[in-house]
């Protein structure tokens, strides 16, 4: 039976995250960011390897799809923890146990893990370096950790139905940097997370980056509009209109809109060193 738990000491977890994951841009954010990103992040995982029997603790698991996968390739000798702060999204084979659970309090279980993975969590949280220490911690010898995050480099528009259109997108997308940096998104966090992995003795470090271009009305875009739908208000308060903003999520939708990405995956591993004797 699937554990649904939330273990912060009230009832309500709760959290710096910008975005609302539980309201209709929400869900259709985590699905827009499972078509975008997974087959990057599985793949970079089956690289990394994961087996059959392995222990592993996936954070911030959104709808689950990772840890769905995890479960597939760990079997019924394995286990996965999937925690989240809201689980209602989560689907996920009743042998993964669910913790509805904030990580800035500690892991909601024991460690011991082979294998942790989180994806665009850690540079939500102003405690980012403690969390990384405890995730660290919680790794068995030999365990690997594995991050993925976004920097928030401009997006840069390459065509669109006009020059406004276009000039318009990079207006509204430097907004809403602006605005959830304001909020505590760290702009820089996906590249320095190498640095801290080798400060604190992680082997075999390895990374990659995922940048594609989006086009109207592709998963790309359309995740776009759904997290501007979600920062409306902070956008407004940064002086853009709501015609301007009804414009961009047409723009959106629009095949002849193209822009290299906002969204960008920095994804990096490291690898807790075996401790004597062991191979």
């Not at 980056?209 to 776009?224: E, K, R």
């Not at 290299?260 to 401790?275: H, S």
Request: include cysteine.
């Amino acid at each position: 039976m699937t554990a649904n738990t939330c273990t912060t000491g009230n009832d309500t977890c709760t959290a710096e995250y910008v975005f609302d994951s539980p309201s209709h841009a929400g869900r259709a954010q985590l699905g827009h960011l499972q078509t975008l990103l997974d087959p990057v992040t599985t793949g970079f995982l089956a690289d990394v390897g994961v087996w059959p029997g392995m222990r592993c603790l996936d954070l911030g698991s959104g709808n689950g799809s990772i840890a769905g996968w995890l479960s597939d390739r760990v079997g019924p000798a394995g286990e996965v923890i999937a925690v989240d702060l809201e689980t209602d999204q989560l689907d996920v084979p009743p042998q993964v146990e669910v913790h509805r659970h904030d990580i800035r309090d500690g892991l909601p279980v024991a460690g011991g893990f082979d294998l942790i993975h989180a994806r665009l969590v850690l540079m939500h949280l102003s405690e980012r370096e403690q969390v990384l220490a405890e995730l660290i911690d919680a790794l068995a010898p030999g365990g690997w950790l594995v991050l993925g995050e976004t920097p928030t480099p401009p997006q840069e528009a390459l065509a669109a139905p006009s020059a406004d259109d276009a000039a318009l997108a990079d207006r509204v997308i430097a907004a809403g940097t602006r605005a959830v940096q304001a909020a505590g998104v760290s702009p820089s966090w996906a590249y320095e997370v190498e640095h801290h992995f080798a400060g604190a003795g992680l082997t075999g470090i390895r990374g990659s980056v995922h940048a594609p271009m989006i086009t109207g009305g592709d998963a790309g875009a359309l995740l776009m509009s759904t997290y501007v739908a979600q920062v409306t208000p902070l956008l407004l308060a940064e002086g853009l209109s709501e015609d301007e903003i009804a414009r961009y999520h047409a723009l959106m939708q629009d095949p002849r809109f193209r822009a290299w990405p906002f969204l960008q995956l920095v994804t990096t591993a490291g690898r807790k060193p075996l401790e004597e004797g062991q191979r």
